[in-house]
């Protein structure tokens, strides 16, 4: 049976450091990024460049995570986390040289540098969980995993905008260099065992391309990971453009509040959305074989609330606020689910690989899509309340293709 959260929790040390960890390297994270979307605005003024920011990052956290994949499967997992935050104390702390427009392209470039590095530690973590979990407890590790990050992204968003509206971009920066040498320290005891498959045992690069395909062949022989590797991409495709930029430029534009507090604001619900979403998920949704079913509604719902989002935007500002967190809600529960099938289907040897894959179109649909919402912006004028329906009626419509789509189903009648 399934252990409760407290009890599951209270029961793994392994796991609770692990996610300590996570908590805090993700809470300087939205210090961070509050500082960032603050400091495009302010010097240029482009929502093309904060649409570029975004894609930058997720592109850059795409496209690595074939080699992060490999690297997860044939080196200690922890390591990886480990170096991964190191380096990023001090990519943190050059954001203290960003004084005008000028430092635009390189304060994106040295964000997306530790995108990248996060995009290590990330592949590294969800493999590493069900090396410290047991297969019963995955959904509820993940569940909890889940409502942290949501957690931390509320906080984080939140407190990022107050800190940088009252003491500057700077206090964000140092916190958040602070927050991944604290995860570094925390990180230091944990002992996480894995398997680590033969083929992996020869020179690096001389195999990477090799071991690197052995992880996508893993996906494309079995037709139902392979539609479950595309579940956080049918959501990214519409949703990244209407987090990434249409939510922030609604933030930025709440009149008496300053763009700093609105970021946060929308964030925290966003934040909440996403915790709640998988809580729900766990204790409605009991039936791991009606799961690959229910993922691609959870995206058309999630657009459904958004598409809301656009028709009451300028009405009531907690109607608002209560639409988003009911769109990261659903999108909180496809991430889960999807998350939950994989790490119970794939072998430890070959686990980081496959989340390797997931990650880079996730990743690579995100920057597309984030690109291509700044662009429409700025460039052709698109409006707010526009510009949230025609996203979210693409996330509908990616939704129902994903539910529509069964590739399984087709391999079973073969």
């Known amino acids: 049976m399934t252990k409760g959260y407290v009890e ?35 010097y240029s003024g ?16 795409g496209i690595s995570q074939p080699i992060n994949g490999l690297l997860a499967d044939r080196l200690n997992r922890k390591t990886l986390m480990f170096w991964s935050n ?20 390189w304060l994106i470039t040295v964000s997306g540098i530790m995108m990248l590095l996060h995009g290590v530690y990330v592949t590294a973590e969800r493999a590493a969980v069900p090396n410290i979990v047991d297969d019963d407890d995955l959904i509820t590790a993940n569940a909890i995993g889940s409502a942290s990050w949501s957690t931390a992204l509320c906080l984080g968003a939140m407190l990022g905008g107050i800190v940088v509206s009252k003491w500057g971009t700077d206090a964000a920066f ?38 690197i395909k052995i992880g996508w062949n893993r996906i494309y022989t079995d037709k139902k990971l392979l539609r479950i590797i595309f579940a956080k991409t049918s959501w990214n495709i519409g949703g990244a453009g209407l987090a990434g930029v249409f939510l922030v430029l609604a933030g930025a534009d709440i009149t008496g509040y300053g763009a700093a507090f609105g970021f946060g604001l929308f964030f925290f619900a ?24 229910i993922i691609g509604v959870l995206v058309s719902i999630s657009g459904i609330f958004y598409l809301l989002v656009g028709l009451t935007i300028n009405y009531y500002l907690p109607l608002t606020v209560f639409l988003i967190i009911c769109s990261h809600s ?27 894959i997931d990650m880079l179109l996730l990743g690579l649909s995100a920057g597309i899509s984030t690109s291509t919402a700044g662009y429409l912006v700025e460039y052709h004028n698109l409006g707010l309340e526009t510009g949230f329906m025609s996203f979210s009626i693409l996330m509908i419509l990616c939704g129902l293709i994903f539910t529509i789509w069964r590739p399984d189903n087709q391999e079973h009648i073969s």
């Open 270 to 293: 966003r934040g909440i959305g996403t915790g709640i979403g998988p809580l729900i998920a766990r204790s409605v949704f009991k039936d791991r074989s009606k799961w690959p079913s």
């Open 86 to 105: 190191n380096v990023q104390i001090f990519l943190a702390l050059t954001f203290l040289m960003v004084d005008g427009p000028e430092d635009m392209w």
């Open 330 to 356: 659903a999108s909180g529960g496809n991430w889960v689910l999807s998350t939950v099938l994989t790490q119970t289907w794939v072998e430890d040897e070959v686990r980081g690989r496959v989340f390797s």
């Open 174 to 211: 140092i916190i958040d260099s602070m927050t991944f040498l604290l995860s570094s320290i925390i990180l230091i005891p944990l002992i996480i065992e894995q398997s680590v498959d033969d083929d992996m045992r020869g020179p690096l690069f001389k195999t990477a391309l090799k071991n």
């Open 8 to 42: 599951f929790f209270f029961s793994n040390a392994k796991y609770r450091r692990l996610w300590a960890a996570s908590v805090i390297s993700l809470l300087g994270e939205w210090f961070n990024t509050i500082a960032l979307f603050l400091l495009i605005l302010e």
């Open 46 to 61: 482009s929502e093309f460049l904060l649409g570029i920011l975004f894609s930058v990052r997720m592109i850059l956290f």
